[in-house]
């Protein structure tokens, strides 16, 4: 019997990147995730010198450069410090799990609210690396919740509120006491953590949070965005979350003031314009938007077969979510998707309605299977 995908518990960082098969991926963690033109077209030359050409957005709003080689690691780190985008002191980068609403507006709720929590990453416990937070109190809604985060700071019925990721109700807050709520509440997750429950989400289903902090109704969910024009610029997409940095430096030149990182693979061009380079979806029909795909064999050592190309050859003739995983950890998405296909030797086993560890319904599937309808 082969043993089965590796799931590490860490992320990778800049200080910490991780080795895959093309190189290490180094992980760049803006803060408020926002880039200025100038940062972000010095992050297109890093990897265009030392990687392979691409750069990843993750679905934690993160970005990856990939490729890098270990004798190059320490000229990235220098040319990541000049662009004042690593911590002065290493350990605070793990903490910066932060997915920030990325439409707020300076001296608005969620960027002072996320400079406060930024300030004070220093108070916080020592938890699981990917533990993260999010700022979601703008007054549209919340945007973020189906993104991957422990603990919530978003607007409730009444006003604002800190939420454990997993209850539907939270602790009722103020601008003044809400950093202080969020440590208490970071707090009690360490000491309830354990091997087997890392996540709030898994704390919460066993029954354990105090009841003071589920009295305030959340906020109805806003609709996510779609791509195309928004108040700040352009909301684009990219395929899979990658693009090659020379299109995206090039689209940087003409007049774009800044990047704002989403976590649902799209970027928002400040004061840009929908470009028309088929790099990126700026169609909202577009059956990319769809389809979620890791990068697969041969670039990871778990995948067990090529992903992103059959996601493409898919995306047309699936309706509704679709993830094709390369292995059964799922990075490429969290939440359930409509169809998931996971890759076992050199065939696919099918998931409805689920993840890529759920119970498979059908195994056995070719890519021929796939593409044909046989299924």
């Known amino acids: 019997m082969t043993a089965g995908p590796v799931v590490k518990g860490w992320c990778p960082g ?29 992050l297109c030359a890093v990897s265009l010198e030392y990687g392979s050409g691409y750069i990843d957005l993750t679905n934690r709003a993160n970005l990856q450069i990939r490729g890098v080689s270990e004798a190059d690691h320490d000229a990235v780190l220098a040319r990541l410090d000049r662009l004042g985008l690593l911590d002065e002191d290493p350990t605070m980068e793990s903490r910066r799990n932060v997915l920030v609403a990325p439409f707020w507006t300076q001296g608005d709720i ?6 406060m929590l930024l300030s004070h990453l220093g108070d916080l416990p020592k938890l699981p690396a990917k533990v993260g937070f999010a700022i979601d109190c703008s007054d549209v809604g919340p945007l973020l919740t189906q993104d991957s985060a422990d603990i919530r700071i978003e607007q409730g019925e009444g006003g604002l509120i800190l939420r454990a990721d997993g209850c539907s109700k939270g602790r009722a807050v103020t601008r003044d006491t809400v950093i202080p709520a969020l440590i208490a509440m970071a707090n009690w997750l360490a000491d309830h953590i354990t091997p087997q429950t890392r996540r709030m989400a898994a704390i919460v289903a066993q029954g354990h949070l105090p009841e003071q902090w589920a009295t305030e109704k959340m906020r109805k969910p806003a609709n996510r965005p779609v791509v195309g024009v928004v108040p700040l610029g352009a909301l684009i997409g990219l395929p899979f979350g990658q693009i090659e940095a020379q299109a995206l430096l090039e689209r940087l ?10 976590p649902w693979r799209a970027l928002v061009l400040e004061g840009g314009e929908m470009p028309s380079d088929a790099s990126f979806i700026t169609d909202p029909n577009d059956p990319l938007i769809r389809v979620d795909a890791c990068v697969g064999a041969p670039l990871c050592a778990s995948g067990n077969a ?9 995306a047309p003739l699936t309706r509704g979510s679709l993830h094709v995983s390369g292995c059964a950890k799922g990075c490429a998405r969290a939440c359930a998707a409509d169809v998931v296909l996971i890759a076992e030797g050199g065939t696919f086993s099918l998931v409805r309605d689920g993840c890529a560890n759920d119970t498979p319904v059908i195994t056995g599937l070719s890519p021929t299977d796939l593409l044909t309808g046989a299924i």
């Open 14 to 42: 800049a200080y910490k990147p991780m080795m895959a098969e093309d190189g290490l991926v180094v992980r760049i963690r803006p803060r408020m995730a926002r880039l200025s033109a100038e940062q972000a077209a010095e």
């Open 110 to 115: 969620v960027n002072t609210t996320s400079e």
């Open 306 to 314: 090529e992903t992103r190309r059959l996601a493409r050859q898919l």
């Open 253 to 262: 030149a003409t007049g774009v003031q800044g990047l704002r990182l989403t």
